[in-house]
C-alpha cells in the first residue's frame, strides 16, 4: 500500500491556509515510516472539487466550513456524497461548537498541533481499510496451533502426506485447508453469534454500503432472500412479487406460506429475455392489494436492467409495504456515480448482494443489508411516540432467522473474502470500477463498429412497453446480438469456448451475454475483440456463400416463446407439499396435463426464472415452453422435472388435492374481506404482454 498514496484533499477557497496546512502535513507523513500507507495532501478549490473526486486515489476530504453557510456546508456535503459515498469526508471548522452531523469527525481550523490533525486522519484512513475477520485468521493460521478439533483434514495434513491426494493439497494450495476451520477456534468469533470480529467486519460492511446494518451469508443470495421473506412473512401474508425473480423467492414463498400475488413483467421476446415490471402495473397491484406485507423486485436483472426505484419504494410504503430488493447482480452499484443510486439509496428495507458476482469474494459469498425503516416512523400515529430503527427492525429475530439457514460449520476463507472485498471496494472500488466501465464501453464500441453483430443498450431490452419508465441498463453486463448476423448464439458460444478459450456468462437463442467485473483486464479484452472478430468474419463469408449459392445454409436462429403466466389457484405451499401424481406429457399424456395444477416449479437454468410455479395451472403455452427448451436448449439446466420411465413428467394435483387446494385459497383471501375478482387471481395484474 506503500506504492499507492492515499490522498486527503482539502477543499477550501483559502488558498494561504490550505498551503500552510499542506506545508505542515507533508513532512510527518514522510516521515511516517511506521504507518502501512502512505498519505498525500493536496488542495482544491470550487472549481477544482469535481476534477479531485474524479481521482481515484482521493480517500478523504476535508471541508473547511470557511465561508460556508449551514445550507451551503449541508450542500456540498450531500455533492460529494453523490459523486464518491465510500470517501471519508471531515469537517474543518473555527466554530466554537459544529454538529458535525454527515462527517466522520470535525477538526478545528485552529489546531496548532499538526501531530494530532495527522494522527486523526491516519486513524480515519486505518479504520476503513481495516480487516478485522480476515487479519485474525491470517494471524490465527501463522501461529502454527495444533488441530485437536474439526475439520478431519486438520489443517490439510490428511492430505500433504498422503499418496492417493496429496496431489490434490498441492492443486489447491494449503491455505485452502489451513483457513478450513471449526467454531472451536473462539478467536475467530461465531457467525452464528457474532460478537467481536465478524460484527467488527460487519459493521465496516454496513458504512461501505450505506446500511444500517450488514450481514455476511455464506451460501449464498439464494439463502439470504430465504431469510428476509422467512422474517418478514407467516401463513397467509400476501407478498406482490416479480413472478421472474430468482427461484429462491419462491422456494420462500413455498416455506412461509405466504399468498403470491405475482407480477408479469415485460418480455422480449425477439430476445428471449424477461425485463422489469412495467412501472404502472406495480402501482396497480399495489392499490389492489391493500393487505399486502410485502414487495420484491430484483434490480438489476441477470440482462443488467434497472428500476427506477426511488418512486416505486416511496408508492409501496406510502401503502404500508416494506421493500426487498434482490440486487444479487449489483452489488458494485454503491461504488461509482454512474451506477447509482442503488436500492439501498432509494429506501429499501432489505437488499440482497451476491458480493462474488462481480466483487472479489468467493463464489457463495453474500450479504444482507438492512435499511433504516424511518417510512415505518413517519407513518406512526401521532398518538405513538416515534420509534427508532432498532425497535423497528427486529434484530434479534432476524439473527434466528439467520441461524435457521446457518450452517454451524462456515468456510471461514469465505467469510475472509466478503471482508476484504468490502475493504477492496471502500478503498479502491471508484478506480477500479471507472476501469471496469472503460472496458465495457470499449467492448460495445468494438462490435458496433468493427463487427456485423451489435451491443444491446437498454431501449433494445425493454422496448416500448418500459420506454417511460426510466429503465436503466448497468454497463458491465454487455449483450451482444449475434442473431442478426444470422448466428446461432448456442453455437457460437460453443465455438468461443472450444476456439478461443473463453466462457461467456448466458445465451439465448441469438445473443451473447458477457460479464464485464473488476477482475477484466486488457488481454482478456483484446483475446475477446479478436475472437468476435474472428466469428464475425465467419458469418460475413457465411452470408457471400448464402447469395452466391442461392440459399442458405446457416442454421435457422430461433428461440422459443416465453410463456405469459396462467392462473394462480392454490397456495404454493400446499401445492408444492401435496403428493400429487407425475403425468408424462408424450402422447394422451400431453392432453391430461392441460389445465392440471402444478407442485412444483419448472426453471429453466440459467437464469433460474420459473416457467411453471406451484399452484399455478398448466396452459399448452407453458407446456409447449417446457417441451421446447427441454428438447432443443441441451446447453440449460431444466429443474423441477421429474421422471416415469425415463420420460419426461411434471407432478401435478390430484383432481381432489386440486378441489381442495382451490377452495383454501379462496377461502383465505374471503376470511382477509378481498375476496379477488377472478382476474385478479387467474391473472395478476400485468399479465397481459407485448411481444417486443
Known amino acids: 500500500m506503500k506504492n499507492n498514496p492515499c490522498e486527503i484533499v482539502l477543499f477550501t477557497s483559502d488558498a494561504e491556509f490550505a498551503a500552510r496546512w499542506i506545508e505542515e502535513l507533508t513532512p510527518l507523513a514522510e516521515h511516517d515510516t511506521d504507518a ?143 483457513t478450513d476451520l471449526s467454531v472451536s477456534v473462539k478467536m475467530l468469533d461465531s457467525l452464528m453469534d457474532p460478537i467481536s470480529v465478524i460484527r467488527q467486519a460487519q459493521q465496516l460492511t454496513a458504512k461501505a454500503f450505506g446500511a444500517h446494518q450488514s450481514y455476511f451469508v455464506t451460501n449464498g443470495t439464494s439463502t439470504s432472500n430465504k431469510i428476509v421473506l422467512q422474517h418478514l412473512l407467516r401463513s397467509g401474508d400476501r407478498v406482490i412479487v416479480d413472478r421472474n425473480c430468482h427461484k429462491s423467492v419462491h422456494h420462500a414463498m413455498i416455506m412461509s406460506g405466504a399468498i403470491p400475488v405475482y407480477l408479469e413483467s415485460a418480455v422480449n421476446q425477439h430476445y428471449g429475455i424477461y425485463g422489469p415490471v412495467p412501472q404502472r402495473e406495480i402501482f396497480t397491484a399495489i392499490d389492489a392489494n391493500p393487505g399486502a406485507r410485502l414487495l420484491v423486485l430484483t434490480s438489476c436483472t441477470y440482462d443488467g436492467l434497472r428500476y427506477d426505484l426511488r418512486p416505486i419504494i416511496d408508492y409501496a410504503h406510502e401503502a404500508g409495504l416494506c421493500v426487498l430488493i434482490d440486487e444479487a447482480w449489483y452489488a458494485h452499484g454503491r461504488f461509482h456515480p454512474e451506477l447509482r443510486p442503488t436500492a439501498l439509496e432509494c429506501g429499501a428495507d432489505f437488499v440482497t448482494q451476491s458480493t462474488h458476482k462481480i466483487l472479489s469474494a468467493f463464489s457463495q459469498a453474500s450479504m444482507i443489508h438492512v435499511g433504516d425503516f424511518s417510512w415505518q416512523s413517519a407513518r406512526s400515529d401521532e398518538a405513538s411516540a416515534v420509534r427508532e430503527a432498532s425497535e423497528v427492525f427486529d434484530a434479534a429475530g432476524f439473527r434466528e432467522d439467520i441461524n435457521m439457514h446457518t450452517s454451524t460449520s462456515p468456510q471461514y476463507g469465505m467469510i475472509a473474502s466478503l471482508d476484504v472485498a468490502r475493504k477492496q471496494m471502500s478503498i479502491e472500488g471508484y478506480q477500479v470500477l471507472d476501469r471496469t466501465l472503460g472496458f465495457a ?38 449483450t451482444i446480438d449475434v442473431g442478426c448476423a444470422g448466428v446461432s448464439a448456442p453455437n457460437a458460444q460453443a465455438k468461443l469456448f472450444t476456439d478461443f478459450g473463453i466462457q461467456v456468462e448466458k445465451n439465448t437463442h441469438n445473443t451473447l451475454s458477457f460479464l464485464v467485473t473488476i477482475g477484466t483486464t486488457e488481454s482478456k479484452v483484446l483475446r475477446l475483440k479478436q475472437a468476435l472478430r474472428r466469428l464475425s468474419d465467419d458469418a460475413r463469408t457465411a452470408r457471400v456463400r448464402a447469395v452466391t449459392t442461392s440459399h442458405r445454409d446457416e442454421e435457422l436462429v430461433r428461440g422459443q416463446d416465453l410463456p405469459d403466466l396462467s392462473a394462480i389457484v392454490a397456495l404454493p405451499r400446499t401445492a408444492y407439499f401435496a403428493r400429487g401424481e407425475k403425468l408424462v406429457w408424450d402422447g394422451r399424456g400431453r392432453t391430461e396435463l392441460l389445465g392440471r395444477v402444478a407442485c412444483d416449479e419448472v426453471v429453466p437454468y440459467p437464469p433460474g426464472i420459473p416457467l411453471l410455479v406451484p399452484g399455478q395451472e398448466i396452459t399448452a403455452e407453458i407446456l409447449d415452453a417446457i417441451i421446447a427448451f427441454t428438447t432443443e436448449r441441451t446447453d440449460l439446466e431444466m429443474h423441477g422435472l421429474r421422471r416415469v420411465e425415463g420420460t419426461p413428467a411434471l407432478r401435478v394435483l390430484t383432481e381432489s388435492e386440486a378441489a381442495g387446494a382451490k377452495a383454501e385459497y379462496q377461502e383465505l383471501f374471503t376470511s382477509k374481506n378481498t375476496a379477488p375478482s377472478q382476474d385478479s387471481v387467474a391473472a395478476p395484474v400485468g399479465q397481459s404482454r407485448e411481444v417486443v
Open 36 to 178: 502501512p500507507i502512505a498519505l498525500a495532501f493536496t488542495h482544491a478549490n470550487e472549481k477544482a472539487l469535481e476534477p479531485a473526486l474524479a481521482r481515484g486515489a482521493v480517500q478523504i476530504l476535508v471541508v473547511d466550513d470557511a465561508g460556508f453557510s449551514e445550507d451551503g456546508l449541508v450542500a456540498t456535503l450531500m455533492r460529494v456524497r453523490r459523486h464518491r459515498a465510500e470517501i471519508d469526508c471531515v469537517l474543518l471548522t473555527g466554530a466554537d461548537e459544529a454538529s458535525g452531523e454527515g462527517f466522520e469527525c470535525v477538526i478545528s481550523r485552529g489546531e496548532s498541533n499538526y501531530g494530532v490533525v495527522y494522527r486523526t486522519l491516519r486513524r480515519i484512513l486505518l479504520e476503513r481499510i481495516a480487516t478485522p475477520f480476515a487479519d485474525a485468521l491470517r494471524e490465527y493460521v501463522y501461529a502454527a496451533r495444533d488441530s485437536w478439533h474439526t475439520p478431519g483434514h486438520s489443517s490439510g495434513d490428511s492430505l500433504s502426506t498422503s499418496p492417493w491426494i496429496a496431489d490434490f493439497y498441492r492443486f489447491m494450495g494449503e491455505h485452502i485447508f489451513n
Open 441 to 478: 464501453g470499449e467492448i460495445r464500441q468494438f462490435v458496433d463498429e468493427n463487427t456485423v453483430f451489435r451491443s444491446l443498450n437498454a431501449e433494445d431490452l425493454c422496448g416500448p412497453e418500459l420506454a417511460q419508465d426510466g429503465i436503466r441498463l448497468d454497463p458491465t453486463k454487455v
